[in-house]
Nanobody, 121 residues
Framework: QVQLMESGGGLVQPGGSLRLSCAAS????????MGWYRQAPGKQRELVAD???????NYADSVKGRFTISRDNAKNTVYVQMTSLKPEDTAVYHC???????????????WGPGTQVTVSS
């Protein structure tokens, strides 16, 4: 099965930057869409950004102009560069991948364990 592992979270001051990475490993035929979701205490999980294997990106309105998502298909890795961070960006960030384990399999969602991002002075 596909395994996802995030890295890069931590504590940062308002206005600072962080770069999160998520690498997929295991046996799979294709990963189509990879992205980042976040959930803060007392709030619903929300999409931050995602990107298709063709490079089409999608961003939440709250992060447009501040976050940039990218991927390296050869490394099966997705990144999000986060700049101008705000306290309201504080959340657990989870990596999500949609893909097929074999050509005959339907698309399935895979989730990483999450990494904490805290924006505070």
């Amino acid at each position: 099965q596909v395994q996802l592992m995030e890295s890069g979270g931590g504590l940062v001051q308002p206005g600072g930057s962080l770069r999160l990475s998520c690498a997929a490993s295991g046996l799979f035929f294709r990963i189509t869409t990879m992205g980042w979701y976040r959930q803060a205490p007392g709030k619903q999980r929300e999409l931050v950004a995602d990107i298709t294997d063709d490079g089409i990106t999608n961003y939440a309105d709250s992060v447009k102009g501040r976050f940039t998502i990218s991927r390296d298909n050869a490394k099966n890795t997705v990144y999000v560069q986060m700049t101008s961070l705000k306290p309201e960006d504080t959340a657990v960030y989870h990596c999500k991948a949609q893909g097929k384990r074999t050509i005959l399999s339907p698309d399935k969602d895979y989730w990483g364990p999450g990494t904490q991002v805290t924006v505070s002075s």
